[in-house]
């Protein structure tokens, strides 16, 4: 069968409510993928397809299949399902390459189990701050369509002695039950280097305990963690992760793009965007969108479709004063975030 012939009798199937006419079709697509030896593909559909069939049918019977948090948990990490899609994530080539395998491996995750192998199911997330570390594990949270675990540090770490192992134990012990992507941002703050003398023994025990869970840790989920500070991190914490993704400061085509894709609903009066872009030296990808949002917000206020060369200029002179000030704040000396 043509693939438009497929593609019609899954839109027939949904828009009659047809489950099993839907699920039918897709074994029909399957199947043809298998012989064209397109068995990658195949499986990966497959995977797709078993996911959907055993985790929910809908949003809400995976909210309901979820296990509850208790009270002491709601203060370790929050529960999120985001909404971020990962092709509106600017990423470097390098980048994208290594998540979409993260996502391909992980749909295929009994296939890698069944034949002595395993999916990456650590990653260490690192670069200057504001450059989509956090943004890209949502989206990937969303594309694997798991929730997201993101730990809270200010509750987890604690000034009593064996009490921040401990919290961390608790968030690996929950985690266990189901699938998630479990991230660990700001992560320096519990990995630091074991090396350093300013550091004291609490510290120290924190590194042990976080690297015998994560050894152990044999639950259905990936593990993201992500600083701003890896030169700080102990070097055994290193090779515990599976992958490794450095996020740098945006080029001038990355600002061009995400600029385009925070305005692709609006139109500029005569604006150079290159020129436009130029003026973002030193910005951080969330600096770049935090401007747009600027133009974006005067456009509604105004209830108007067209930006201006004078909306442009105010959202950029706001957005350099907050990077001017972050600067000076930071670099006292000079030096790069």
């Not at 030296?281 to 401007?291: I, P, Y």
């Not at 456009?299 to 201006?308: A, M, Q, S």
Request: aromatic fraction near 10%.
């Amino acid at each position: 069968m043509v693939q438009i012939e497929y593609v019609k009798k899954l839109f027939s199937a949904f828009k009659s409510n047809d489950k099993e006419g839907f699920l039918r079709t897709a074994e029909e697509i399957i199947e043809d993928e298998h012989k064209k030896k397109h068995h990658a593909l195949a499986e990966e559909l497959q995977a797709i397809i078993n996911r959907r069939s055993t985790n929910a049918a809908s949003g809400m019977a995976l909210l309901a299949s979820q296990p509850e948090i208790s009270i002491d948990q709601a203060l370790l990490f929050q529960r999120i399902y985001p909404e971020n899609q990962l092709s509106r994530v600017i990423l470097s080539p390098e980048n994208k390459e290594k998540i979409d395998q993260i996502i391909r491996e992980f749909f295929r995750w009994d296939v890698f189990e069944s034949n002595g192998a395993y999916p990456i199911r650590t990653v260490l997330f690192y670069g200057p701050p504001g450059c989509g570390k956090t943004i890209t594990a949502k989206a990937i949270a969303t594309e694997l369509e798991v929730p997201l675990l993101y730990v809270r540090f200010d509750a987890i770490v604690s000034s009593h002695l064996g009490e921040t192992a401990s919290n961390i134990r608790k968030v690996f012990d929950f985690a266990s039950k189901d699938s998630y992507i479990i991230l660990f941002d700001e992560f320096d703050a519990i990995a630091r280097s074991r090396n350093d003398e300013s550091e004291n023994g609490e510290i120290k025990r924190v590194v042990s305990t976080f690297l015998q869970l994560i050894d152990n840790f044999k639950g259905h989920s990936i593990i993201i963690a992500a600083t701003n500070f890896e030169q700080s991190l102990d070097y055994a914490i290193w090779r515990r992760f599976d992958s490794t993704l450095r996020f740098d400061m945006p080029s001038m085509l990355d600002r061009i793009t995400l600029s385009n894709l925070k305005l692709r609903r609006y139109t500029g009066s005569d604006i150079d965007m290159d020129e436009f872009v130029a003026k973002m030296d030193k910005f951080t990808f969330d600096d770049v969108e935090r401007a747009a949002n600027e133009v974006i917000k005067k456009c509604l206020l105004d209830v108007r479709n067209t930006y201006t060369q004078k909306d442009v200029e105010n959202a950029l002179d706001y957005q350099k004063r907050i990077v001017s000030l972050r600067r000076t704040q930071y670099e006292p000396e000079g030096k790069a975030l």
